[in-house]
């Protein structure tokens, strides 16, 4: 048995302490976990082994938390963080485990907020979409319904028409080419791109005449 001598707070990280044992620095653990630890209480060595994984299931949690705190995450992406820091997949489990439990980790809802987020900042095609869920772990159920209600036509059109601005004055063939490409970029088909570019022409170049092979198809 080895006797508390000491709690000190971590100058560098307030929301840790050191606990000493017969005088000497034994290790640091998070407040939360040595919160029912006082000066004089004795630790057997099961005891410091369970304080210690304790604080490991802690410490994951939290870096969870602030892992969660920049944007919405995939289960896949909150593991591969806590595998880089070399956490056990015991732990890496048991805190998945938790998050599901407080809401904080779900691949349904985070497929749903990445849907939205694109549609609205960066359109992309299903096709497209399908591939960066797929890439943060998500399976095809939830991909699938994730895409339920996208209308490929009316995204394609809406990114299209902001970014023929910078086409305008282009011949027909010139902003066919631009515009069509910009488009295939982002995952669209032929079938979805053709007609969306041939009317977004018409709607902002309209008045501009084309060459007798230049036919808009």
Same mark, same amino acid.
């Given at each position: 048995?080895?006797?508390?001598?000491?709690? &000190?707070?971590?100058?560098?990280?307030?929301?840790?302490?050191?606990?000493?044992?017969?005088?000497?620095?034994?290790?640091?653990?998070?407040?939360?976990?040595?919160?029912?630890?006082?000066?004089?209480?004795?630790?057997?060595?099961?005891?410091?082994?369970?304080?210690?994984?304790?604080?490991?299931?802690?410490?994951?949690?939290?870096?969870?938390?602030?892992?969660? &705190?920049? /944007?919405?995450?995939?289960?896949?992406?909150?593991?591969?963080?806590?595998?880089?820091?070399?956490?056990?997949?015991?732990?890496?489990?048991?805190?998945?485990?938790?998050?599901?439990?407080?809401?904080?980790?779900?691949?349904?809802?985070?497929?749903?907020?990445?849907?939205?987020?694109?549609?609205?900042?960066?359109? /992309? &095609?299903?096709?497209?979409?399908?591939?960066?869920?797929?890439?943060?772990?998500?399976?095809?159920?939830?991909?699938?319904?994730?895409?339920?209600?996208?209308?490929?036509?009316?995204?394609?059109?809406?990114?299209?028409?902001?970014?023929?601005?910078?086409? /305008?004055?282009?011949?027909?063939?010139?902003? /066919?080419?631009?515009? &069509?490409?910009?488009?295939?970029?982002?995952?669209?088909?032929?079938?979805?791109?053709?007609?969306?570019?041939?009317?977004?022409?018409?709607?902002?170049?309209?008045?501009?005449?084309?060459?007798?092979?230049?036919?808009?198809?």
């Amino acid at each position: 048995m080895k006797k508390i001598t000491a709690i &000190s707070v971590q100058k560098k990280n307030p929301n840790r302490v050191n606990i000493y044992l017969d005088g000497e620095f034994a290790f640091g653990v998070a407040r939360i976990t040595a919160a029912w630890l006082k000066n004089g209480d004795e630790l057997s060595d099961e005891k410091i082994s369970r304080l210690l994984a304790e604080d490991t299931r802690e410490w994951a949690y939290q870096q969870s938390l602030l892992f969660l &705190s920049y /944007r919405a995450r995939s289960e896949k992406e909150i593991r591969q963080n806590l595998q880089k820091h070399e956490i056990s997949e015991e732990v890496i489990e048991e805190t998945l485990v938790r998050l599901r439990n407080a809401g904080l980790a779900n691949d349904n809802d985070f497929a749903r907020l990445w849907v939205e987020n694109r549609s609205t900042f960066h359109p /992309r &095609s299903k096709k497209a979409l399908a591939i960066e869920l797929r890439q943060k772990g998500l399976n095809d159920e939830a991909i699938q319904h994730s895409l339920v209600g996208v209308d490929e036509e009316t995204l394609a059109y809406e990114t299209g028409l902001k970014r023929a601005t910078r086409f /305008r004055g282009l011949a027909w063939m010139a902003f /066919r080419k631009k515009l &069509s490409e910009f488009l295939a970029r982002r995952g669209f088909s032929y079938s979805v791109i053709a007609p969306i570019v041939s009317k977004i022409w018409n709607e902002t170049n309209g008045d501009m005449q084309l060459n007798e092979d230049e036919d808009i198809t």
